[in-house]
């Protein structure tokens, strides 16, 4: 069982920056690949980014790439978001999951992660 602790939500005015953070539990964080989902108001899941377990590989969602930049330590077992420009459609509640079964190929279907952390909100205000 991995426990996922996300942090570092809030409000923040547009053009500003957050960084978010997931602490995972358990020996064998560098197996498991990472991904940021979020979930707006009235909206589904959708996919933000991902890091493959060594964090040599990312992928991000068209909406926010250029701005955020996933990373990750395993000696601290946590994987980060930094989050620059912000925008008023960023307004989510952030989600990091684990996958054990896709550590080298990213991901981005919710159905490939098995766990999930209790997510973090991020508003953005214009």
């Known amino acids: 069982q991995v426990q996922l602790v996300e942090s570092g939500g809030g409000l923040v005015q547009a053009g500003g920056s957050l960084r978010l953070s997931c602490a995972a539990s358990g020996r064998t964080f560098g197996t498991y690949g990472m991904g940021w989902f979020r979930q707006g108001p009235g909206k589904e899941r959708e996919f933000v980014t991902g890091?493959?377990?060594?964090?040599?590989?990312?992928y991000y969602a068209d909406s926010v790439k250029g701005r955020f930049t996933i990373s990750r330590d395993n000696a601290k077992n946590t994987v980060y978001l930094q989050m620059n420009s912000l925008r008023p459609e960023d307004t989510a509640v952030y989600f990091c999951?684990?996958?054990?079964?896709?550590?080298?190929?990213?991901?981005?279907?919710?159905?490939?992660?098995?766990?999930w952390g209790q997510g973090t909100q991020v508003t953005v205000s214009s």
């Open positions: 890091i493959s377990g060594t964090g040599g590989s990312t």
């Open positions: 999951g684990a996958s054990t079964r896709r550590n080298y190929i990213i991901s981005i279907h919710r159905r490939d992660y098995d766990y």
